[in-house]
């Protein structure tokens, strides 16, 4: 194991949420599970040039006891396609943050520069009832009838945007001011550059209780393909309950 710039296996690309549009793909990444613990001898002057038990047991130390800054330096560059909603949730994590503001980078595609003309929509596979004892969250199924019925008001909603866009469009409308009109099921696409630090953070709010089900689609997806940069690093976030 070394520390130096390593392009991860592309081969393996996600998508999260099963609907022949959304993607997730590991496309660089800097560092390993080795990396970390050699940064955190730097207050000791000292490194390891093989992994060792030794290595394992201060990693999970480092994890358990949220000694954070050694897992900075591993780096991940991430290629993702997701609903505008999805984008927002996501982003949160690149704002007020100032422990990782200097190494979270966020390049999305935009609409003041390309048409939505032929964009992409999100559909959900299934419709879920408000939760009756979370306001923020899902609860059961609708029954068949009532899915029905949410997808084609759905469908039908989200056709009056694409038609009212193109209107726009076409009375001469500049696209950075028709693309106000596009819902929260449009598909937009990022590349995500983050620590290992900031993947675990988001991985830790986003995959558990409480997060919505999209998001905690591409949470698992991150933590899928994020493993095989450093494997021992995240059977430490594993074993520390995927908290961070």
């Known amino acids: 194991m070394t520390n130096a710039f390593t392009v991860p296996d592309t081969s393996t690309i996600l998508d999260p949420l099963n609907d022949g549009k959304s993607r997730l793909a590991l496309i660089d990444s800097m560092g390993n599970s080795l990396s970390i613990v050699n940064d955190a001898r730097q207050s000791f002057d000292g490194k390891s040039e093989q992994w060792t038990e030794k ?90 009838r009532r899915q029905n019925l949410a997808l084609m008001q759905y469908a039908d909603a989200v056709q009056g945007c694409i038609q009212a866009y193109e209107g726009l469009l076409l009375t001469g409308v500049s696209k950075e001011q028709a693309r106000a009109i596009l819902p929260a099921a449009l598909y937009t696409s990022f590349i995500w550059t983050c620590s ?27 933590l899928d393909l994020g493993r095989s940069v450093a494997p021992e690093a995240f059977d430490a976030f594993a074993s520390n309950n995927y908290q961070f």
Request: glycine share 8%; hydrophobic share 40%; charged share 20%.
């Open 196 to 222: 290992l630090q900031a993947l675990f953070h988001v991985i830790g709010l986003r995959k558990g209780d409480g997060a919505q089900g999209e998001i905690m689609a591409y949470a698992n997806g991150l």
């Open 55 to 144: 290595d394992g047991k201060l990693l999970n130390y480092l994890a358990k006891h949220k000694h954070t800054s050694p897992f900075r330096g591993v780096v991940f560059k991430w290629e993702v396609k997701a609903p505008l909603f999805v984008a927002r949730q996501w982003w949160k994590h690149t704002i007020a943050s100032s422990y990782v503001d200097d190494q979270l980078g966020w390049n999305e595609k935009s609409f003041r520069y390309c048409s939505a003309q032929d964009a992409e929509f999100y559909t959900p596979l299934v419709f879920y009832k408000q939760s009756e004892n979370n306001k923020q969250a899902s609860g059961e199924p609708l029954s068949e």
